[in-house]
């Protein structure tokens, strides 16, 4: 069973930035698509930003101000938040699933624990 451990959340002020790391436990193919998504509400869970092979794709909330990236050989997925608002205070979740159309969809093969991202005004 791959397990996804997250890293790097903390505490920060408005329009300070922080990132965040996802390594997989093994290999995780290069054709999973590989993203994030944060709970806004004890129900939802929303989804942030995800990556396929050469695409990456962005909820509006974040776009412009959040990066995600992939490193294949280190099993790894980051997410570079730069600008960030109080109201991306959150627990950042990593997911990894068969393709970007059911990630976006919340069928997720694999989900990290979470780390908490808080920004204060």
């Known amino acids: 069973q791959v397990q996804l451990l997250e890293s790097g959340g903390g505490s920060v002020q408005a329009g300070g930035s922080l990132r965040l790391s996802c390594t997989a436990s093994?290999?995780?193919?290069?054709?999973?698509?590989m993203g994030w998504f944060r709970q806004v509400s004890e129900t939802e869970r929303e989804w942030v930003a995800s990556?396929?092979?050469?695409?990456?794709n962005y909820a509006d909330s974040v776009k412009g101000r959040f990066t995600i990236s992939r490193d294949n050989a280190k099993n790894t997925v980051y997410l570079q938040m730069n600008s960030l608002k109080p109201e991306d205070t959150a627990m950042y979740y990593c997911?990894?699933?068969?393709?970007?159309?059911?990630?976006?969809?919340?069928?997720?093969?694999?989900w990290g624990q979470g780390t908490q991202v808080t920004v204060s005004s």
């Open positions: 997911a990894a699933a068969r393709s970007n159309t059911l990630m976006m969809r919340g069928i997720i093969d694999y």
């Open positions: 093994e290999h995780i193919s290069s054709t999973y698509s």
């Open positions: 990556e396929d092979p050469g695409e990456s």
